[in-house]
């Protein structure tokens, strides 16, 4: 199956807000409930930040959240802070073969 | 505390074989499936493999299938990948991943990693 499409990069200064969106088709994103956002700083292994396309997981700040509409997801962060600035990558519940699958992956930038 | 911890990585020639493991403590492992996750030098992450908990079902993404066997020894609480006709796009940061249930629309859904583990495939 084909990636889900994320903006390569997305920028926001300290305070604002961002949104980064995730592309899919009726298949896997617009088709269920399943959608999960991780973070991954450099170096280290991806963290869940969102489940079910807007649960956060214990201990996931509240600036965080995901909503969907139609065949994108979205995931916003709200009061953008400097550790805010991380790599970030949806991933959506999808037919087999290995029922899922993963988006290209979108670099923030806090200016 | 729940734990993922990856080993086994390391540089082989195209071709050669590597096993992967990964040791899991904190949680009961044969209650959830888990998945391998790889993630290619500035590339970003793609999943090769999930196995169920019990380890009667097993996937495997495309590139993978065929050369590539997940398992799992539950009574040791330890992942396994084997990895066999390694070729050049291999080399990637290989993780671990729990998955947040055993059923498989829980796939999308990876809820633990472990640090990685490296495999360079290189004469």
């Known amino acids: 199956q084909s990636a889900l499409t994320q903006p390569a990069s997305v920028s926001g200064s300290p305070g604002q807000s961002i949104t980064i969106s995730c592309t899919g088709t009726?298949?896997?994103?617009?088709?269920?409930?399943?959608v999960s956002w991780y973070q991954q700083h450099p170096g280290k292994a991806p963290k869940l930040m969102i489940y079910?396309?807007?649960n956060r997981p214990s201990g996931v700040s509240n600036r965080f959240s995901g909503s969907k509409s139609g065949n994108t997801a979205s995931l916003t962060i709200s009061g953008l802070q400097v550790e805010d600035e991380s790599d970030y990558y949806c991933?959506?519940?999808?037919?087999?073969?290995?029922?899922?699958?993963f988006g290209g992956g979108t670099k923030l930038t806090v200016l | 505390e729940v734990q993922l911890l990856e080993s086994g990585g390391g540089l082989v020639q195209p071709g050669g074989s590597l096993r992967l493991s990964c040791a899991a403590s904190g949680f009961t492992f044969s209650s959830y499936a888990m998945s391998w996750v790889r993630q290619a030098p500035g590339k970003g992450l793609e999943c090769v493999s999930v196995?169920?908990?019990?380890?009667?079902?097993?996937y495997y993404a495309d590139s993978v299938k065929g050369r590539f066997t997940i398992s799992r020894d539950n009574s040791k609480n330890t992942l396994y990948l084997q990895m066999n006709s390694l070729r050049a796009e291999d080399t990637a940061v290989y993780y671990c991943?729990?998955?947040?249930?055993?059923?498989?629309?829980?796939?999308?859904?990876?809820?633990?990693w472990g640090q990685g583990a490296t495999v360079t495939v290189s004469s």
């Open positions: 196995i169920g908990g019990s380890g009667s079902s097993t």
């Open positions: 009726s298949s896997d994103v617009g088709g269920y409930n399943y």
């Open positions: 079910e396309v807007s």
């Open positions: 991943a729990k998955v947040s249930g055993d059923a498989f629309y829980y796939y999308y859904c990876l809820d633990v």
């Open positions: 991933s959506s519940y999808t037919s087999s073969p290995l029922y899922v699958v």
